[in-house]
Structures are given as C-alpha cells and as structure tokens.
C-alpha cells in the first residue's frame, strides 16, 4: 500500500518570507498524481497545486512550487512571499491512476507578522 | 453553484444512538467520497460511489453504511455510534475517475460520548 509522510508537525515563517513544506511517499506504480491540500480554520480542504509524476517540470501556482524529486519520492511544496492568510494545514496527498487519494498527516503552518 | 454541502456541522451522540449524515453536490459529479478525519490525522476513506446505485468500501469502512439513489446525493449512516466514531467527516466529489480534483464540503464535526 502506498503511504505518504510529512515529518514536519508544525513550521512557522515570518509574512513575505518562503517556506518549504517537506512530503515523502512510497510507491511502486509509475503512473500517479501528487497534490497538496489547504486546511484553514474553516475546515473546507482547498486544493493547491497538483504534480503528475510523468511530468519533468515542477508544477507552479502563483507563490505556490513544488520541488518534485521522482527518483527520490520527495515532493515538497515551497510557498514564496509568505501571507497570512496562508496559515493553516497543509496535507500531501498521493494518487495512483487506480486507487484512492491517500494523504499525509498534515503539516500547521503559522504565519507570524 | 453550491458545490458540496453537508448537514449538521456539528453533532453529538449519545453511544448506541445512530444517525444519518447528509450529503448533496450540484455539480453533476458521478464520483463521490467518504473521508473521516481524526484529530492531527490526514483523510481516511470510508466509502466511496462512482455513480448513482453503485457503492463500494475504502479504507475504514466499519460501523458505517451508505446509498447512493441519486446522482446528487450520498449520505453516510452510523449505526450504533461508538467513541471511536468522533471525528469530522467530509464529503466530496469529482467528475470522472482521474479527475485531477477532489471537490470537498466544509465537513461535519461528529462527537459520540
């Protein structure tokens, strides 16, 4: 079974700064798709950038990026000119092209003023 | 459009008593999900449709039931709500199978005492 980690329980930066948000994963398929989700106090689960596996370049979201490592199963979400209204959880999720979304335990992200 | 909505937003159980909650998209979408989230947890799988009549089990499917009648509705029913069972519980939708998105509701926080 596929499984998705996120070290990190809790990061904090400071506004206008550049965090990055660190997501590992287990797989033997070849073929999935990677996402992160937003969490904020409301509870609604926001996608907020996606990353298909076949694809070289890393994906980019206005201030979102990840840094998309296949061979080393590491993809990190880099988030640039931080807001605060960026504050919330943030969940790696991992997708294969026949299976359900599995996610990470989620990272809370603070932005502090 | 109202996306995804879910009702109540917020319910208490007594242990033993059972009770059904309410999920409805707009979106015309034939998949749609199940997930319970646990305190500092990620999304698990409870039950999953990929179109009207059709219902299959995720990953922690126990002590839950569900149906899906209609293309627009997928309610989820607890029978004999255990402490275990406290969480919050989200809804989603997508289009199709590989589509690159879940949509999710706001969710409802379920506590069983």
């Known amino acids: 079974a596929q499984t998705v980690t996120q070290s990190q329980p809790e990061m904090s930066v400071q506004e206008a700064e550049t965090v990055t948000l660190s997501c590992t994963y287990d797989?033997?398929?070849?073929?999935?798709?990677l996402f992160w989700y937003k969490q904020p106090p409301s509870r609604q689960m926001i996608l907020v950038i996606r990353q298909e596996a076949y694809k070289q370049q890393n994906a980019t979201e206005n201030r979102f990026s990840v840094n998309f490592q296949k061979a080393a199963k590491s993809f990190s979400l880099k988030i640039s000119d931080s807001q605060l209204g960026d504050a919330a959880m943030y969940f790696c999720?991992?997708?294969?092209?026949?299976?359900?979304?599995?996610f990470g335990k989620g990272m809370k992200l603070t932005v502090n003023p | 459009n109202a996306g995804v909505t879910q009702t109540p937003k917020f319910r208490i159980l007594k242990i033993g008593q059972s009770m059904t909650l309410q999920c409805t998209q707009d979106?015309?979408?034939?998949?749609m999900y199940w997930y319970r989230q646990d305190p500092g947890m990620g999304l698990k799988l409870i039950y999953y449709s990929v179109g009207a009549g059709i219902t299959d089990k995720g990953e922690v499917p126990n002590g839950y039931n569900v149906s899906r009648s209609t293309t627009e509705d997928f309610p989820l029913r607890l029978e004999l709500a255990a402490p275990s069972q406290t969480s919050v519980y989200f809804c989603a939708s997508s289009p199709q199978r590989n589509s690159y998105e879940q949509y999710f509701g706001p969710g409802t926080r379920l506590t069983v005492t």
């Open positions: 979106m015309n979408h034939n998949y």
């Open positions: 999720a991992y997708r294969s092209a026949t299976e359900k979304l599995v």
């Open positions: 797989t033997s398929e070849s073929d999935y798709y």
